[in-house]
C-alpha cells in the first residue's frame, strides 16, 4: 500500500512513521509539514535515522497525493476537511487522526470546537476498531478516536451495551501524559509547570465529552450524559482512565465480569485484567494495547472500571493502523504485535 502522512512532525505522525517502518505492506511515498517543509524527517526525529530518508513536502499541491492508497492526516481539528475531500474524491481512503470526522451530528462539531465543518457528506466511520469493524471494513474516511475516548469507551461498552448500570450516574476520571497536549510549546507543558505537579483541566468543557456521549448513547440505545475530567500528569506519555457508574438493582458481580468476557475474550489488543486488576501505564507503554480492570464496590452500588493505553498508540497511531490493516482486508495485527516497553 503507498501510504502518505499529511503533518508528520507531530507526535502522531511521528508515531506512524514508528509503527509503520515494521509494516511489511505499508510504502511511504509522502510526508508533508507545512513548518518543516524541504527538511529531512531524520533531522527532525533522529531515533528513526536509517529506516526512512524522506524530504517533508508541502500540502498546497494536494493532487500530488493521489497516487496514494491511504492517506493519514495528523493535523489539529478544522484542517484535515479540505485535504479529506479532495483525496477521497480522486479514491485514496483517508484516516483523520483529528476530530474532523469523528462526530455523526456535525453540528455537535461545530458546537464543541468552534469551527464550521465543511465536508458533511463524507459519511464517515468513527474507527474505534473493536466495536465497529464491520463499518471500518467498507469505510473510505474514518475518523480515528481520541486518546481519552478509546479509553474510556472501551471501559465502558460492556456495562452499558449488557444494561448493567444507570446511565445518568457516568463519572470518568482520567490522567493523561503531556504528549497528549502535543508537541508545540505551550506555558502549560513546560517542564516547570508540570514536573512535580498534578493538574485538572477543562472540567465540564473538555471536546472528548460529547464523543464520549456519541458512542455510549450508540451502544444504549438511548442519550448517555456523563462527567468527564481530564488531568495532566508528569509523564511523557500513557492515559489512565477510571470511570464509576451505579449499577441498576439485581446486578451482579458476576454479570459484570461476563459482560467484559463477552464483548471482548477474543479481542487481541483488548487485555483483561479482570475483577481486582489494576491496569497501569507502564504496562501498556509502546503498544496498541488496552488493559481493564473492574471492582465492585458492594457498599456504594458502584461499578468501578480502570483503563490503561499508551495515548500516542492506542490512542492514536496505532488504532490508526489497526483502522488501515481492517480497511485494507490485512490481519489486523500487522505492524502492531510489539510488547510493551519496561521499565
Known amino acids: 500500500m503507498k501510504v502518505s502522512i499529511i503533518g508528520a512532525t507531530g507526535y502522531t505522525g511521528e508515531e506512524l512513521l514508528r509503527i ?60 484535515a476537511m479540505e485535504a479529506g475531500k479532495r483525496l477521497s474524491a480522486q479514491g485514496v481512503k ?21 469551527v464550521p465543518h465543511t465536508h458533511p457528506e463524507a459519511n464517515a466511520v468513527y474507527g474505534l476498531t473493536e466495536l465497529n ?24 461498552a460492556p456495562l452499558v451495551s449488557c444494561q448493567l448500570i444507570e446511565l445518568h450516574t457516568i463519572i470518568v476520571d482520567a490522567k493523561s501524559g503531556v504528549s497528549g497536549a502535543g508537541r508545540s510549546l ?14 485538572a483541566y477543562n472540567i465540564a468543557g473538555h471536546r472528548h465529552t460529547p464523543e464520549i456521549e456519541q458512542a455510549l448513547s450508540l451502544l444504549a440505545g438511548e442519550p448517555v450524559i456523563l462527567s468527564f475530567t481530564p488531568h495532566l500528569v508528569p509523564m511523557a506519555r500513557g492515559i489512565l482512565s477510571t470511570c464509576y457508574a451505579s449499577l441498576k438493582a439485581g446486578v451482579t458481580a458476576s454479570q459484570v465480569d ?17 475483577r481486582g ?26 461499578v468501578i472500571v480502570v483503563s490503561a493505553i499508551d495515548n500516542l498508540v492506542k490512542g492514536a497511531a496505532g488504532q490508526a493502523v489497526q483502522n488501515l490493516n481492517v480497511m485494507f482486508g490485512l490481519e489486523e495485527r500487522t505492524g502492531l504485535e510489539q510488547a510493551p516497553l519496561y521499565p
Open 94 to 114: 483517508i484516516i483523520d487522526l483529528g476530530a474532523d470526522y469523528r462526530f455523526r451530528d456535525v453540528g455537535v462539531y461545530e458546537q464543541w470546537y468552534k
Open 133 to 156: 469493524r464491520d463499518a471500518v471494513k467498507e469505510a473510505t474516511i474514518v475518523g480515528n478516536p481520541g486518546c481519552y475516548t478509546t479509553a474510556s469507551i472501551l471501559a465502558l
Open 277 to 302: 486488576g489494576y491496569p497501569s501505564t507502564k504496562q501498556t507503554r509502546g503498544s496498541n494495547f488496552c488493559d481493564l480492570g473492574w471492582h465492585i464496590d458492594s457498599r456504594t452500588n458502584r
Open 258 to 274: 461476563e459482560a467484559f468476557q463477552s464483548l471482548y475474550q477474543e479481542e487481541y489488543f483488548i487485555r483483561l485484567l479482570g
Open 186 to 199: 505551550s506555558l502549560g507543558s513546560h517542564f516547570t509547570e508540570v514536573f512535580e505537579n498534578l493538574k
Open 20 to 79: 509503520l517502518a515494521n509494516h511489511p505492506q505499508a510504502e511511504i511515498v509522502h510526508i508533508t509539514s507545512e513548518s518543516q517543509t524541504g527538511t529531512a524527517i531524520q533531522s527532525i526525529y533522529p531515533h528513526i535515522t536509517g529506516f526512512y530518508d524522506k524530504t517533508l513536502e508541502s500540502m498546497k499541491d494536494l493532487d500530488k497525493l493521489a497516487d496514494s492508497d491511504v492517506a493519514f492526516i495528523a493535523l489539529p481539528h478544522g484542517h
